[in-house]
């Protein structure tokens, strides 16, 4: 069970980090997180202070470009469980790196299938697959799902998404916690969150009341989204 506590006024439930909710992408286009992303990002922090639990997470988004987008999911998973778990590093440059192996899809499945193997406790955790085309969701569900049921590793996952068909048939029997069953209470919580996260940009920027508004309620209407742990 998660517990969660106030963070402003009015908000009895829904937690998330200030500096998570406006972002700019590469490409320089202003990017605001919806509420399953930033959901996402206080329980990611909050995992990684368990310093027992190996964490890795990838936040996809549209602005990714690339034919392949299960590899390079796969690629910087691995290079987060290994970061966090530097014993390995030896056994990774004499089976991979020393022999000239590519990072391909392929590799890295044995790869992390390998490390996850030697690691006690693994969470990772998916956020917007739904931002991804359908081809590239159904290969990431299928080659994450398979950690999920190797034997011999304690391995849980976390998918956050729309409700989208491909992620709710690979997830159909999965735990799942959709934001819609409690819709008008999660509303006035992220409107009250995102209210109070704003008070300090609104006094910097108190000249321009209308465009404050007007980003406030974009971030509001973007909060929609499904979760599910496996």
Known sequence: MMHMVNRFSGSKE???????????????????????????????????????????YYICNSYTNGKNLAAEVMRSLTLQVLRQNMELAAYVF?????????????????LLKILLSTIPTTRICIDG????????????????????KQSGT??????????????????????????????????????????????????KFRSHPRLLDNIESRIIAKADGKSSMI
Do not use: M, W
């Open 94 to 110: 004499e089976n991979y790196a020393n022999k000239g192996f590519p990072p391909s899809l392929a590799h890295l499945r044995t």
């Open 154 to 203: 304690y391995c849980r996952i976390l998918f956050s998404s729309r409700d989208v068909d491909n992620v709710r048939k690979a997830l159909q029997n999965k735990p799942t916690i959709s934001f819609r069953d409690e819709k008008d209470a999660l509303d006035k919580d992220i409107q009250a969150y995102v209210h109070g996260a704003l008070d300090d940009v609104r006094e």
């Open 129 to 148: 697959l739904d931002e991804y085309p359908p081809g590239e969701q159904r290969s990431i569900l299928q080659e994450l799902l398979a950690f999920a």
């Open 14 to 56: 829904f937690l998330a980090l200030v500096n998570h909710s406006v972002t700019t992408s590469r490409s320089g286009k202003l990017t605001i997180l919806e509420g399953k992303t930033i959901l996402c990002s206080y329980l990611i922090e909050n995992i990684q202070r368990q310093r027992h639990i190996t964490t890795a």
